[in-house]
């Protein structure tokens, strides 16, 4: 069974930095891209970061380019979102998933197994 535990998120002022990880129990890791999404209260989940299974590819959000980097480490099963700079609105839950279907990275529907999340708030 596929599980995937996100950690790293906190409280933090504006400026600030976080990083976040998600590490997966997925045997075949390597061969996923993956991605980061957040959901602020009232809102939809939406798309942060992804990345392709060799993490030569990378994909953003308008909102959080030159300020997030994602990563991953295939030996280690895991996917970080370095997040820097970070702003009062980035304040939300971040979930990552396992992209599954060859659509767009950014569309939620392209990915199947989501972790529990991680909430982060960055005050002003």
């Known amino acids: 069974q596929v599980q995937l535990q996100e950690s790293g998120g906190g409280l933090v002022q504006a400026g600030g930095s976080l990083r976040l990880s998600c590490a997966a129990s997925?045997?075949?890791?390597?061969?996923?891209?993956m991605g980061w999404f957040r959901q602020a209260p009232g809102k939809d989940r939406e798309f942060v970061a992804a990345?392709?299974?060799?993490?030569?590819?990378?994909y953003y959000a308008d909102s959080v380019k030159g300020r997030f980097t994602i990563s991953r480490d295939n030996a280690k099963n895991t996917v970080y979102l370095q997040m820097n700079s970070l702003k009062p609105e980035d304040t939300a839950v971040y979930y990552c998933g396992r992209k599954v279907r060859t659509g767009s990275y950014f569309s939620r529907n392209e990915y199947d197994y989501w972790g529990q999340g991680t909430q982060v708030t960055v005050s002003s």
């Open positions: 997925i045997d075949t890791f390597s061969r996923y891209s």
């Open positions: 990345l392709s299974w060799s993490g030569w590819n990378t």
